[in-house]
């Protein structure tokens, strides 16, 4: 087939999903067109039938913003006419689902059939806004399939777009070889904490740093923390809250126990130092960080929200109810004191069922359903 894969570039789960899958499907023989507005934050190395278009939106004197969603139609427009794609899918709805709408218009007899995998806030919070509602639950509505990556995030889309049933699960899937168990790198723990003892606790978050995310809920669990153990904090990533939670570690005298590195290409490598990852988010329809955390063998502590309780299980790590810093501090203890080495085994057999594989296989038969009901 030929499939236009759409998605973000930045550091951030539906990116990742959208251009793992673009790899994945290149690997499987399809010819795979990737659209982002950016080179992507993780790499995606040239290969065979893998064609990147880095969609430009240029800025004009007459427009406040630039309209990337226009320009992303445009370029849709333009490889449908040269290529003749047999499907688009698109990640995350907003814009990308409207643009693919809209290409499709254009396209007319050509036109695509689109599947739109929602991720998380182009339903909770984007989505839901009524500056946008109205042409994504159109937009969702034309679409040819709709998928998420768990029963929490298909339900919250029923409720807010009025969908019917006709949502798919599929789960998010993690590289089981580039994120895998790994005996802690004694040097570059002391490049990231200088002086640390080998034993020392280290907890670790991954995030792109928007306030859904409660970074500084993060400080304060290290602040309880460090009242038995002395423990450290790695923050991995970047966002418009890095610099908020910065400050307040700061004003909690924890300048020495935490470490902000920014978005890193070795972050697995950074993920495999640490003993516990620990998330604070307000919401996470699936929490792509966690898994990845899992399948390095970390076991994670977080709030018990959206769709983390399918993700982590009952035996990958504790959530603990949302949003008590005290609690999450108090399964962090406990988790140290004793059953990390029995959870860390369990959460990487658990990142197991989610490998890549098995979900492309499930992304390939629904093209070929929305392919057969094209007729
Ligand atoms: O929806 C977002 O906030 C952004 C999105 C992203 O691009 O990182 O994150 C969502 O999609 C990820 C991949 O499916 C999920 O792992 C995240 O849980 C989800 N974030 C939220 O629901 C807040």
Do not use: W
């Given at each position: 087939m030929r499939i236009g894969v759409v998605g973000f570039s930045a550091i951030g789960g539906s990116g990742v999903i959208a251009q793992e899958l673009a790899v994945g499907l290149a690997e499987r023989g399809h010819e795979v067109h990737l659209f982002v507005p950016a080179p992507p934050a993780r790499s995606v190395e040239p290969r065979a039938r893998l064609s990147l278009h880095v969609v430009d939106a240029p800025a004009h004197p007459a427009l406040a913003h630039p309209p990337y969603a226009l320009a992303l139609a445009s370029r849709l427009i333009e490889v449908g006419r040269e290529v003749d794609l047999d499907l688009v899918h698109v990640h995350y709805a907003v814009p990308h689902a409207a643009s693919a709408l809209l290409a499709a218009h254009a396209l007319a007899g050509r036109a695509p059939p689109i599947v739109v995998t929602l991720h998380g806030t182009d339903v909770t919070q984007v989505g839901a806004d009524p500056a946008y509602h109205a042409v994504i639950a159109h937009a969702l509505r034309a679409a040819g399939a709709r998928s998420v990556p768990s029963a929490y995030l298909a339900r919250r889309a029923r409720e807010v777009f009025g969908l019917d049933d006709a949502i798919d699960v599929i789960p998010n899937f993690v590289d089981l070889e580039r994120f895998r168990p790994a005996p802690r790198d004694l040097s570059l723990l002391q490049d990231l904490f200088p002086g640390i003892e080998a034993d020392a606790p280290v907890l670790a978050h991954v995030s792109n740093f928007r306030p859904v995310k409660r970074p500084t809920d993060l400080v304060e669990v290290l602040a309880r923390v460090r009242r038995q153990l002395p423990a450290r904090m790695l923050f991995v990533g970047d966002g418009p809250e890095r610099v908020a939670t910065e400050a307040h570690a700061r004003a909690l005298g924890l300048e020495g126990a935490v470490r902000f590195v920014g978005e890193r290409a070795d972050h697995a490598a950074l993920l495999r130092q640490a003993d516990l990852f620990v998330l604070t988010s307000?919401?996470?329809?699936?929490g792509l960080a966690a898994l990845e955390a899992m399948a390095c063998g970390v076991p994670v502590v977080a709030y018990r929200v959206g769709g983390l309780e399918e993700v982590v299980g009952e035996d990958a790590g504790v959530l603990v109810d949302p949003f008590d810093p005290d609690a999450l501090a108090e399964a962090a203890l406990r988790i140290l004191a004793g059953e990390r080495a029995s959870m860390a085994s369990a959460a990487r057999a658990r990142a197991e069922?989610?490998?890549r594989a098995p979900a492309i296989d499930r992304y390939e038969a629904l093209y070929a359903r929305v392919m057969g009901g094209r007729g």
């Amino acid at each position: 087939m030929r499939i236009g894969v759409v998605g973000f570039s930045a550091i951030g789960g539906s990116g990742v999903i959208a251009q793992e899958l673009a790899v994945g499907l290149a690997e499987r023989g399809h010819e795979v067109h990737l659209f982002v507005p950016a080179p992507p934050a993780r790499s995606v190395e040239p290969r065979a039938r893998l064609s990147l278009h880095v969609v430009d939106a240029p800025a004009h004197p007459a427009l406040a913003h630039p309209p990337y969603a226009l320009a992303l139609a445009s370029r849709l427009i333009e490889v449908g006419r040269e290529v003749d794609l047999d499907l688009v899918h698109v990640h995350y709805a907003v814009p990308h689902a409207a643009s693919a709408l809209l290409a499709a218009h254009a396209l007319a007899g050509r036109a695509p059939p689109i599947v739109v995998t929602l991720h998380g806030t182009d339903v909770t919070q984007v989505g839901a806004d009524p500056a946008y509602h109205a042409v994504i639950a159109h937009a969702l509505r034309a679409a040819g399939a709709r998928s998420v990556p768990s029963a929490y995030l298909a339900r919250r889309a029923r409720e807010v777009f009025g969908l019917d049933d006709a949502i798919d699960v599929i789960p998010n899937f993690v590289d089981l070889e580039r994120f895998r168990p790994a005996p802690r790198d004694l040097s570059l723990l002391q490049d990231l904490f200088p002086g640390i003892e080998a034993d020392a606790p280290v907890l670790a978050h991954v995030s792109n740093f928007r306030p859904v995310k409660r970074p500084t809920d993060l400080v304060e669990v290290l602040a309880r923390v460090r009242r038995q153990l002395p423990a450290r904090m790695l923050f991995v990533g970047d966002g418009p809250e890095r610099v908020a939670t910065e400050a307040h570690a700061r004003a909690l005298g924890l300048e020495g126990a935490v470490r902000f590195v920014g978005e890193r290409a070795d972050h697995a490598a950074l993920l495999r130092q640490a003993d516990l990852f620990v998330l604070t988010s307000e919401d996470e329809s699936f929490g792509l960080a966690a898994l990845e955390a899992m399948a390095c063998g970390v076991p994670v502590v977080a709030y018990r929200v959206g769709g983390l309780e399918e993700v982590v299980g009952e035996d990958a790590g504790v959530l603990v109810d949302p949003f008590d810093p005290d609690a999450l501090a108090e399964a962090a203890l406990r988790i140290l004191a004793g059953e990390r080495a029995s959870m860390a085994s369990a959460a990487r057999a658990r990142a197991e069922h989610y490998r890549r594989a098995p979900a492309i296989d499930r992304y390939e038969a629904l093209y070929a359903r929305v392919m057969g009901g094209r007729g």
